[in-house]
């Protein structure tokens, strides 16, 4: 016979499984479509959610509160931000964990104080930015820095055609945008963000990244 959970493990367990209850309340008035578009994923990923048929990724889940204006604990557990701090959740919470990394938190807001709660941690899949990023380097992403509107120059995440890429984005003029690689073998092209809005999403700019030197 199987032993009874805790009431305390109990309550944790049930606050998990409301997971898709909060979910809904989160996406709110928003259409399906748009909000998984906001999100960065697909609206299918998004379904599967709010049916509890799989569960978020970490960066999903930050990309969800993010977007939704609410907190990542309230969202993962149902429990609100708790306002007191013992001393060994105190020591717990000076590092943020970007899986598979945990970057100390004091360093993080130091470097980048406009945007430490709403970094992404992302992996270079391939070479078409070679010599900058490496296939297999970590990239921090901030996900503040997603209007197209104001876009000048620099590296970026973005997804075009349910593709994600890591791209260098240079502003030419009339509403264009040029899409490069450092990679002198990958072919670079050109994107009016105003006619391509249902295909193209910007995740963010890309901050720092991190390399293994084995």
């Known amino acids: 016979m199987t032993n009874p959970l805790p009431d305390e493990a109990q309550a ?16 709110g008035d928003n259409s399906i479509r748009g909000f998984a578009r906001d ?5 299918t990923v998004l379904r599967q959610y709010l049916n509890g048929q799989s569960e978020p990724t970490r960066p999903a889940l930050l990309a969800i509160a993010r977007t939704a204006k609410v907190s990542v604990e309230w969202l993962a ?13 105190a020591s717990a919470e000076d590092y943020i964990y970007k899986d598979p990394l945990a970057f100390e938190t004091g360093w993080l807001r ?15 899949v391939d070479e078409s930015m070679e010599p900058t990023l490496q296939q297999g380097d970590l990239a921090l992403v901030d996900t503040n820095d997603r209007d197209l509107e104001t ?7 973005l997804k075009l055609d349910n593709r994600l890429l890591i791209k260098r984005l240079q502003y030419i003029a009339d509403d264009t945008l040029r899409v490069l690689s ?7 092209f050109s994107i009016q963000p105003s006619e391509t809005s249902s295909s ?3 995740m963010g700019k890309v901050v720092w990244f991190g390399r293994n030197l084995s």
């Open 110 to 124: 130091a470097e980048f104080p406009s945007a430490s709660e709403n970094l992404l941690l992302t992996q270079v």
């Open 200 to 202: 193209l999403s910007l």
């Open 39 to 43: 999100c960065g994923f697909s609206d």
């Open 151 to 157: 876009v000048s120059h620099g590296i970026y995440l």
């Open 77 to 89: 557990t149902g429990q609100p931000v708790a306002g007191a701090k013992d001393s060994s959740k």
């Open 182 to 188: 450092d990679h002198p073998a990958y072919e670079a």
């Open 12 to 27: 944790d367990a049930t606050e998990v499984d409301q997971f898709p209850v909060r979910l809904k309340q989160a996406v």
